[in-house]
């Protein structure tokens, strides 16, 4: 399982940037469930941004609602996050995760991608 994610770079305070993340290497008898999108600053603990599930709940954390949000398409295997009205502490390594799962029994992990700079400047 590979997860490629995309859409990162570098924008004013106050852009907008659209990060997306595809899922290859899902076989026959195994699915995707809860998808979500972390990031990681320098020196600073990674952190749980948005997550949403295969029925399309979401989740976000306080600092980015209302600015954020984060959308799934299961035909295509990919998780998006929109960010709007960004701002310099949205500033990091944006990373997607999902966790796959085998439909017949109990069996699932967590994979990660290897993440996408978000750079906002003043």
């Known amino acids: 399982v590979q997860l490629q994610a995309s859409g990162g770079g570098l924008v004013q305070a106050g852009g907008s940037l659209r990060v997306s993340c595809s899922v290859s290497g899902i076989i026959f008898g195994f699915s995707i469930n809860d998808m979500a999108w972390y990031r990681q600053a320098p020196g600073k603990q990674r952190e749980l941004v948005a997550s949403i599930t295969k029925g399309g709940t979401t989740t976000l954390i306080d600092s980015v609602k209302g600015r954020f949000t984060i959308s799934r398409d299961n035909t295509k295997k990919s998780v998006f996050l929109q960010m709007n009205n960004l701002k310099p502490d949205d500033t990091a390594v944006y990373l997607c995760?999902?966790?796959?799962?085998?439909?017949?029994?109990?069996?699932?992990?967590?994979?990660w991608g290897e993440g996408t700079q978000v750079t906002v400047s003043q």
């Open positions: 995760n999902a966790e796959v799962v085998n439909i017949a029994t109990t069996w699932r992990q967590k994979y």
